[in-house]
Every structure is written in C-alpha cells, then in structure tokens.
C-alpha cells in the first residue's frame, strides 16, 4: 500500500522529525551534527547510563554516588 | 559535503569489507524518522576478522572499555553487548556492538547481511529498526509508530502500527490480511470495536512489550553480577593500556566471571 495513511490526528513525532524527510542529505547531516553538539549538555546526566545493548548501568561502586 | 562521526566510524568499520551495520538511534537518522540519540550501535558480523577490524577502528580513535562484555564472539555469541567511549572534537562518542540483537531471527540477520553489501553505509531496515525500538522507553513506541507509516507493505504496516486509526483504515482495505496477522498479533482481532478499545490495547501491548524487554535485560544483569562487582578493578588495570591491551585484560578477567550465554 503507498496511499498515506496520516490524516494529521494521530502525531508520534514533532514536526522538526517529520521535516527531516525534506533536508537534503547535506542539510540532514548538519542538523545531525548539530543535535549531537547541543546533545552533549547531559553527558554528566547519563555518565553511567546505557541507552542500548544488555548492561543498564555502570556498576555502582565505580564513583557513582549511592 | 559535512561528515557525520557516525558515519565516518561506519566507513572506517567497513573498509574492504562489510562488517558493521548501523542500527538503533542513528539508524532513525539515517531513515529520516528522527534524531534521538547521542551513541552509535552497530550489528557486527560475528567473526575473528570483524570484531578485530573494528577493534582496531577504535583504538586508533583512542577509546576506552565501558562496563559491558568483551568484544568477543563467544560472549557476543550469547547476546552480550560490548560498549566503548570516546572523543571526538566537542563529542562523547559511544559506541555499542553486538552480534545477536534481540528479536532478531537468524533469518533477519541473514536478510540483514545481504542487504548491507549493496549499501554504502549499511543500515537496519524499518522493520529490523521497530523490532529494536521495542525497548523499555516509552518515547521509543513513539518511533515505531512513525516507521510503521513508512513501511511499504500492508502487512508490516498492520503488524506495527502504534494508531488506531491506522489500523481501523488498514483493516477495510486489507481485511483478509488482518485474519492472516491475528495470531501475530491478537489486538487485530479489536477492529469491530471501535477507536477506543483498540488504543487501551495498544498500550497494554505497549506494557507487555517494555515488561518483556525488562525481564530479558534482567536475565543479563544476574549472570553480570560477579563481572559487575569486579568492573571497579578491571578498569583501574585497563586504565593506563591501549585498547588492544585493554582487551586482552578484559578478555582475561571476564573468562573467570562473566558467562558466555546469561
């Protein structure tokens, strides 16, 4: 099936992820970049966090406070 | 044309050779859904070559062991992760591999690694892509919503769909297909019901999806737990080695006490 679907009522995405769709690749990779650099503010927040794979947390007894 | 560092690493991990396919959060970059996500993971071909190529990328990038598995196909072989760190300029560079991402059938991955030799930089498909995102974080449901509108196929569509007006619409055109799905997907059998039973099914899916992802993270935490408590004095070893040092002393410690299959 091709036809879209969307009809504006049901949004899981914000508009600035759906405009990723019309960036040029240039355009994208910037954007990416960007987001990457402004991401980097909660590095202290998730030192010991793991966003993927089987480990949750860096284990507690290295310098993570109780 | 601006460089990406996670598309430079995957170059870097697939020079000569496809060994590394992008997936998880830079993988929603890369299929235009969103950008979500500060680390790399990579599915890697689960071989001596592979993983000693892609050790050898990131020493030259100076990273360091994080807590997690040797990056090692005996304990990659039984669904273990093996985590990395970084920097790069203004960046905290994670990187996260593994070889048997969950949900995952030996036949995706099949799929997977025939599909990746015609990329130039080789990236999960939208399925293999919602399948990862069911993680235990609510805004990755959010994901598989949107992937579930680019996928082509009625039937993926059917089976991934986070809207209940998608579904309700899919379901008039395709209603042979929904018949054919039910077994996959027991909510398909809700769409005489209207909008609102199907969306308190679509987040009690939802639930049993986040609960099932815990109980399986926590089936790897028990068998981590001696690893675990020993990480603190690993990493004080490996602190001042190469990497490539650094491996074989993880390798060393880890053989002792963390098991090759959870």
Not at chain 2, 37 to 44: N, P, R, T
Not at chain 2, 147 to 162: A, E, V
């Amino acid at each position: 099936m091709t036809t879209p679907l969307y009809d504006g009522r049901d949004e899981f995405l914000s508009e600035e992820d759906l405009d990723l769709r019309s960036l040029t690749q240039d355009e994208l990779v910037a954007a990416w970049n960007l987001w990457l650099e402004q991401a980097q503010i909660t590095n202290d927040l998730d030192a010991h966090e793991y966003a993927h794979g089987v480990f949750v947390r860096v284990p507690a007894s290295c310098g993570l406070p109780e | 044309m601006p460089d990406n560092i996670y598309l430079s690493l995957t170059r870097q991990f697939n020079a000569g050779r496809v060994r590394a396919v992008v997936c998880s959060g830079q993988a929603a970059v890369l299929h235009r859904v969103a950008i979500m996500s500060k680390d790399g993971d990579w599915i890697l071909r689960e071989d001596e070559e592979a993983l000693s190529h892609v050790l050898g990328v990131l020493t030259k990038h100076g990273a360091r062991y994080r807590f997690g598995a040797p990056l090692d196909r005996r304990w990659l072989a039984g669904g273990w992760s093996a985590h990395f760190e970084f920097h790069a300029g203004p960046l905290r560079v994670r990187t996260d591999f593994f070889t048997r991402p969950p949900r995952l059938t030996p036949a995706d991955l099949e799929r997977l690694w025939a599909g990746a030799e015609q990329a130039d930089i080789p990236v999960v498909g939208l399925v293999e892509l919602a399948e990862q995102k069911k993680t235990n974080r609510e805004k990755d449901y959010a994901v598989i919503g949107e992937l579930s509108r680019r996928m082509t196929d009625p039937r993926d569509q059917l089976r991934y769909s986070r809207s209940a007006r998608d579904l309700i619409e899919l379901s008039r055109r395709y209603p042979d297909l929904v018949q054919a799905l039910l077994p996959a997907r027991p909510l398909l059998g809700l769409m005489g019901a209207g909008i609102e039973p199907l969306e308190v099914a679509l987040d009690a899916e939802r639930r049993q999806a986040m609960h099932r992802n815990e109980d399986r993270l926590a089936v790897f935490t028990r068998a981590a737990s001696a690893w675990a408590s020993a990480w603190p004095t690993v990493e004080r070893q490996i602190g001042g080695q190469s990497l490539r040092d650094a491996h074989v002393t993880v390798i060393r410690h880890a053989e002792q006490l963390l098991p090759f299959a959870p």
